[in-house]
């Protein structure tokens, strides 16, 4: 049997989630914030663990094994130096030439390290947790990558912590560019709850040319993400819509499954 | 005892919904997050009071919020629903028994998230939805059939070892106690009743 008692609790919650659930949305953000600032000492903890691990695990690796990766590693270096003077040269004529043609210098990119925090511990978004925040000069909507490729962008930032959206969550949506003859254009957005290095390339032309394998970039339209961050690779097309465009579902560069630390990326 | 009970429950909803967060494995292995708090409700509707069902399902909720993309509130209200049934059934679930335990770890494992997605859907978000969903809710379901006794069996020993348990009754009842002596020996007395079986006993003629 129902008691009173069971009655009133029951309109107190309903009442409660209600009146959360319509707060504005600076409040609600601040309120947010302040529960999650509930989880710092766990943060410092969970870092100092980690860092403890990974001494232990440096500890007692072999010294062969650093010998072999120190050369490995030297060899990358010798590599890479070589690539660098090449795009120092390339990115020098590429400057005379856009003088010559009249058109805008482009911006280097400006880039800060984050190191991921916390995942999203609900199943139907996608996002992480990083430890820059707006002291450290952090706004919402900027991009998020790894060395491989796009990851997502800021959604929302606090002191000392950002949420970042993943590229396949819903909230993120990124217009694209295919690395092919026609160079059409598309919408990335999300595929499904399951695969995570998958998302779908929505909004393809009826003529677009596109094959698996080709490369996708990002447009630079859409004001966000600029131009020419690798996203992923075509995995298949198929028509959609009586065939009046086409979707193509892509692998992502970038392994959202094992980010550890990401790139932010100022303007 | 009751508010150490409700303490524990509170501190273990805040040490899961960051365990949730910070480690992610079951995620990339099952393609779904296991998620303990539903469990962690069953164990509180069966175990404590209304009080501690309610506090559990508000503070659960908004931490785990606080550390979603979710909007701020909505866990809050799936879990007191899987909470709130449980605990007022409570009379007719065996929940000394590991099966039992189990059998609602996995239905409210299934519940909450379901609840959760159509409040979000009713919110008019757009959460990722699709055929997909029903594996990840096979995935919960396990994760929290096995979940729930293993919450029972975590409280049971933490009661076990930090709770003072008052001192049991003895069996012993002075009032059934059998005296021997010269008055002869006096059985099944009750509330005084002496019965003498010496004096009952007919004399042996010399």
Redesign the interface.
């Given at each position: 049997m129902?008691k009173r008692?069971?009655y009133i609790?029951?309109g107190?919650?309903?009442l409660?989630?209600l009146v959360?659930?319509n707060?504005p949305g600076q409040t609600?953000a601040r309120?947010?914030?302040a529960?999650?600032s509930?989880?710092l000492p766990?943060f410092g903890l969970?870092g100092s663990t980690q860092q403890v691990v990974g001494a232990a695990a440096d500890a007692i690796l072999p010294r062969r094994e650093l010998v072999k990766q120190n050369a490995q590693l030297r060899q990358e270096e010798q590599r890479l130096r070589l690539q660098a003077l090449q795009a120092a040269e390339i990115a020098g004529e590429n400057a005379r030439l856009r003088q010559l043609v009249g058109w805008r210098a482009q911006t280097p990119w400006k880039l800060k390290l984050a190191k991921v925090?916390?995942?999203?511990?609900?199943?139907?978004?996608?996002?992480i947790?990083i430890d820059l925040g707006s002291r450290d000069g952090l706004q919402v909507n900027l991009p998020v990558l790894t060395t491989e490729g796009l990851v997502g962008r800021v959604?929302s930032v606090s002191l000392t912590r950002s949420?970042v959206?993943l590229l396949?969550?819903?909230?993120c949506k990124v217009a694209a560019r295919v690395e092919n003859e026609t160079r059409d254009t598309g919408v990335i957005s999300?595929d499904?709850?399951?695969?995570?290095q998958l998302v779908r390339m929505d909004y393809l032309s009826r003529g677009a040319e596109l094959k698996p394998a080709q490369r996708v970039f990002t447009s630079g339209e859409g004001g966000i993400f600029p131009k020419g961050i690798p996203i992923g690779q075509i995995v298949d097309v198929q028509p959609v819509d009586y065939g009046l465009r086409y979707e193509a579902r892509v692998r992502l560069a970038a392994n959202l499954?094992a980010l550890e630390e990401v790139w932010v990326m100022f303007p | 005892m009751n508010w150490l009970n409700t303490a524990f429950i509170l501190g273990a909803a805040?040490?899961a919904?960051?365990g949730?967060?910070?480690f992610?494995s079951a995620?990339?292995l099952a393609?779904?997050?296991v998620?303990l708090l539903p469990p962690l409700m069953v164990y509180a509707a069966l175990s404590s009071g209304?009080t501690t069902v309610?506090l559990l399902?508000?503070c659960a909720?908004?931490?785990?919020?606080?550390?979603?993309?979710?909007?701020?509130?909505?866990t809050?209200?799936p879990l007191?629903a899987v909470g709130?049934v449980i605990f007022?059934k409570r009379e007719l679930i065996l929940r000394d028994q590991p099966f039992a335990q189990a059998v609602l770890g996995a239905a409210a494992s299934v519940v909450a998230?379901a609840l959760?997605?159509l409040l979000?859907l009713t919110?008019g978000s757009?959460?990722?939805?699709?055929?997909?969903?029903l594996?990840?809710l096979v995935v919960?379901c396990a994760g929290g059939a096995l979940a729930a006794p293993v919450w029972f069996e975590l409280f049971g020993w933490l009661q076990h070892a930090l709770v003072h348990r008052g001192a049991t009754e003895s069996s012993f009842r002075p009032d059934r106690e059998i005296r021997r002596g010269r008055r002869g020996a006096l059985i099944g007395g009750y509330r005084g009743e002496v019965i003498d079986r010496a004096r009952s006993k007919p004399r042996r003629p010399r």
């Open positions: 129902l008692s069971h609790t029951l107190l919650v309903v409660l989630a959360v659930l707060l609600a309120l947010k914030l529960l999650g509930l989880f766990l969970a925090v916390l995942r999203e511990p609900a199943n139907w978004w996608r996002s947790q959604a949420q959206v396949g969550d819903p909230n999300a499904g709850p399951l695969a995570a499954n | 805040f040490l919904v960051f949730q967060a910070a992610g995620r990339f393609g779904a997050q998620d209304l309610t399902a508000v909720g908004l931490w785990f919020d606080s550390l979603s993309a979710n909007p701020l509130g909505v809050v209200l007191f709130w007022l998230p959760t997605l979000l919110m757009h959460p990722l939805f699709g055929w997909g969903t594996w990840q919960l």
